[in-house]
């Protein structure tokens, strides 16, 4: 298993709707693999696989003590309402209030093809909906408020690229 870098905002593969997985492999589960140890690094609540270069609709969590990945997933269902600090580690320091269900349920399947579903409040639904925004090729910060959208945009135009990343 490896921890894999990270992509950043600039980079067009956090851009590109990842493409079902349909070859449940041994390539597969490397990707899984390394996705997991690398969303096991502190501080990381979820990575999508286009975060680490990769087009495939595979995302890990590490929430609150919940552990694990979905393969093809897919929000099914979304409660309440709830207003919070998010971030994400493809734009490192930018941290803003962001609109997400309060409550989620994401379901797919594991590396054996078994349908999984994973259900959460606050923390994980809220990682549940911003990895699954990511397969589709958005970012948090795509969907703020108007003046959180603007301070924001501001924030990374006058730091970015963030220190050592470049």
């Known amino acids: ?17 990842c493409e079902p997985v349909t070859r449940f492999d041994d390539s597969l589960a490397r990707l899984v693999e390394d996705m997991l140890e690398t969303v096991r690094e502190p501080g990381r609540a979820g990575l ?21 990945y979905l393969i093809n997933p897919e ?9 919070d600090l998010e971030a994400c580690l493809s734009v490192p ?7 997400r269900a309060a409550r989620a349920v994401a379901t797919g399947v ?14 994980l639904a809220r990682c549940l909906q911003h990895e699954t925004d990511h397969l589709r090729g958005e970012l948090f910060i795509d969907k703020l408020q108007a003046v ?3 301070r924001v945009m501001r924030q990374i135009r006058d730091q970015w690229p963030p220190v050592g990343r470049s």
């Open 1 to 17: 298993m490896t921890v894999r870098p990270l992509r950043y905002l600039g980079d067009p593969v956090l851009r590109t709707r």
């Open 48 to 68: 999508a696989a286009n975060q680490i270069g990769s087009t495939l609709a595979v995302f890990t969590y590490n929430v609150d003590e919940q552990f694990g």
């Open 75 to 83: 929000v099914v269902e979304v409660s309440g309402d709830t207003e």
């Open 93 to 99: 320091g930018v941290t803003a209030v962001r609109r």
């Open 110 to 123: 594991d590396l054996r093809q078994d349908p999984v579903a994973v259900a959460g409040a606050g923390e």
């Open 148 to 150: 959180e959208r603007r």
